[in-house]
């Protein structure tokens, strides 16, 4: 059973930094994995999806990471801004029971001025 | 484009009572999903339709739950009769079926209160 983790849950940084998010899956066999944010009282919205055969993917400042082998996708912000500051949630869509995407419980980001 | 339509945006019922969550989802998507979120349990999926056809609803909590996607724009979750550990945010989310690169496009849920 694919199980998504993400460490740590929560992370508080100043404004200006650089910074890396984890996740980790158990299946490597996936289509896809997907980087989301969600911010409070609102639904999630899609930051970046990376291809099973892809390495990586970039959106402004974003930058997501996936090395399908060891299980891993990290996402890279940089300059952090107080507008950052939200939960960000991934999600793979495995191979067999490809409709449901299986989420992690995500990571809460601070960014303070 | 004016992206998944959820609504209500805030539901407050009484213990018993029925509850009905309502979604539009994006003009040419095939697919629905209905999703809970809770922080306990994160997010899971409840049920998921393919070309408004049921495919999956093994996530359905308990005979009180239902949903229905009469047509391709427009579903609803029903609850009934309503329990206070039904307490949750309930999102609809679509995209394109059998595209599996595609991504999938969320509304902003229905934050459910049962007292």
């Known amino acids: 059973k694919q199980e998504v983790t993400q460490i740590p849950a929560a992370l508080s940084v100043p404004e200006g930094e650089n910074l890396v998010l984890n996740c980790s899956f158990t299946?490597?066999?996936?289509?896809?994995l997907q980087w989301f944010r969600q911010d409070p009282g609102k639904g999630l919205t899609s930051l970046l999806l990376i291809q099973s055969s892809q390495r990586e993917q970039t959106s402004g400042r974003l930058n997501a990471s996936l090395d399908k082998s060891s299980g891993r996708s990290t996402l890279y912000i940089a300059a952090s801004q107080p507008g950052d500051s939200a939960t960000y949630l991934c999600?793979?869509?495995?191979?067999?029971?490809?409709?449901?995407?299986?989420f992690g419980q995500g990571t809460r980001l601070t960014i303070n001025p | 484009d004016a992206g998944v339509i959820q609504s209500p945006r805030h539901e407050v019922t009484e213990m018993g009572q029925e509850v009905t969550l309502r979604c539009k989802p994006i003009?040419?998507?095939?697919?629905l999903f209905w999703y809970r979120q809770t922080m306990m349990r994160g997010l899971e999926l409840l049920i998921y339709f393919n070309n408004n056809v049921p495919i999956d609803d093994s996530g359905m909590p308990e005979d009180r739950f239902s949903a229905k996607m009469p047509n391709a724009s427009f579903s609803t979750l029903k609850i009934q009769p309503s329990e206070p550990r039904d307490s949750a945010v309930y999102f609809c989310?679509?995209?394109?079926?059998?595209?599996?690169?595609?991504?999938?496009?969320f509304g902003n849920g229905t934050r459910l209160t049962v007292t």
């Open positions: 003009s040419g998507h095939n697919s």
């Open positions: 299946d490597s066999a996936i289509y896809n």
């Open positions: 999600a793979v869509r495995p191979i067999q029971g490809a409709q449901k995407l299986v």
């Open positions: 989310a679509s995209g394109v079926r059998l595209s599996y690169n595609s991504p999938l496009h």
